[in-house]
């Protein structure tokens, strides 16, 4: 007596539940993007009409305080300033594992030049890109 089977195994399988996984990753990943801020500190940049697309690895800010007449510097938005003799340091092991070190300098309107070549000359000395960060016209 011969058996026959009558139903027939599908072979295919469905995509929704991967679609709706998709969908899910890129909700959360738009929603989370938003909620970086790579500047944390409140600086009022100088304005400029020329813009760089370069990616900066790190950031040193530097903040004027008026009523003290003094400068705070900031490495990548840290609210906890750092002492200028530790910026190469700190700098240094942040940028030692790039192949194209780059950092940016977020300086105040009020903060002097001098103050933001010394950080410059940080960048020169290491061999390190600077790009100085601006606000757009």
């Known amino acids: 007596m011969a058996i026959k089977r009558t139903t027939k195994v599908d072979a295919g399988f469905s995509m929704s539940s991967m679609t709706d996984i998709v969908f899910l990753l890129l909700i959360?990943?738009?929603?989370?993007?938003?909620?970086?801020?790579?500047?944390?500190?409140?600086?009022?940049?100088?304005?400029?009409?020329?813009?760089?697309?370069?990616?900066?690895?790190a950031t040193v800010s530097i903040k004027h305080w008026k009523d003290t007449d003094t400068y705070s510097y900031h490495i990548n938005g840290n609210e906890t300033p750092v002492r200028?003799?530790?910026?190469?340091?700190?700098?240094?092991?942040?940028?030692?594992?790039?192949?194209?070190?780059?950092?940016?300098?977020?300086?105040?309107?009020?903060?002097?030049?001098?103050?933001?070549?010394k950080v410059m000359n940080i960048a020169k000395r290491n061999h390190y890109k600077v790009i100085m960060a601006t606000s757009p016209e």
């Open 28 to 57: 959360f990943f738009l929603v989370t993007s938003t909620l970086i801020n790579p500047n944390a500190l409140k600086l009022l940049l100088p304005k400029s009409t020329g813009q760089v697309s370069a990616k900066a690895t």
């Open 84 to 117: 200028f003799d530790m910026i190469e340091d700190e700098l240094i092991d942040l940028l030692q594992s790039e192949e194209d070190p780059t950092f940016s300098i977020y300086a105040d309107e009020t903060v002097p030049v001098g103050e933001v070549v």
